[in-house]
């Protein structure tokens, strides 16, 4: 990774829904064993639901671009349970940019399923929104199989503004990143986004 590639010094810690404390920062290049192991700890479903595809694990190359990153163009939040021996990934958002629409990028959300329903995927999607506010990015794309109706849901209560199904069992989902996180929608997500910015704000 060029070495004018840094990444961002912040890190976030909270607690998920069930108490469980979390460290949420960017991810680094020495990731590739965390990330390598969450996957490991993927059920075939949750795999599909990300991948849209079968996979055993992370080839070397995948390892590679999902953490040697610019931190503008290209960034990773993750999220490790501080209650753990050897702090786990339990999951992890990314957005890649639009080489033709700078102000659009592709959004995804990983959860271990362990930890699935406890808030992670809320979580991190309020961390990276700010890193997409400072790269100026004001549109998420995502690409969510229909039947996965919790990514669905959470993407709905953060005001996504339309879906298209050009192919079956696919639905690509339209959400704005919120200029204003006191703007967010009134909903369970829309709390998180404006407590993690109000956090944010002060630290």
Do not use: C
Not at 26 to 35: A, Q, W, Y
Not at 67 to 77: C, K, L, Q
Not at 99 to 122: F, I, L, M, S, W
Request: avoid cysteine; glycine fraction near 6%.
């Amino acid at each position: 990774m060029p070495e004018t590639m840094h990444a961002p010094t912040h890190t976030f810690r909270t607690e998920l829904r069930d108490g469980t404390p979390v460290l949420i920062r960017p991810v680094v290049p020495d990731d590739k064993r965390l990330l390598q192991e969450g996957f490991a700890r993927l059920s075939e479903v949750s795999r599909y639901r990300r991948f849209m595809r079968a996979l055993k694990e992370l080839s070397e190359d995948q390892l590679r671009f999902f953490t040697e990153i610019d931190y503008r163009g290209h960034m990773a939040w993750i999220a490790l349970d501080l209650s753990q021996s050897g702090h786990p990934a339990v999951g992890i958002a990314r957005y890649i940019r639009y080489d033709d629409r700078p102000n659009v990028a592709e959004v995804a959300v990983t959860t271990v399923d362990a930890y699935q329903g406890k808030g992670v995927g809320t979580l991190l999607l309020s961390v990276l929104a700010q890193s997409a506010r400072e790269n100026g990015i004001d549109t998420w794309i995502a690409n969510v199989l229909t039947e996965n109706t919790p990514m669905l849901k959470l993407f709905k209560d953060l005001g996504a503004r339309k879906a298209k199904f050009e192919e079956p069992g696919l639905a690509t989902v339209e959400i704005p990143v919120p200029r204003d996180p006191k703007k967010t929608p009134r909903t369970a997500a829309g709390k998180v986004f404006r407590a993690v910015a109000r956090e944010v704000a002060h630290s």
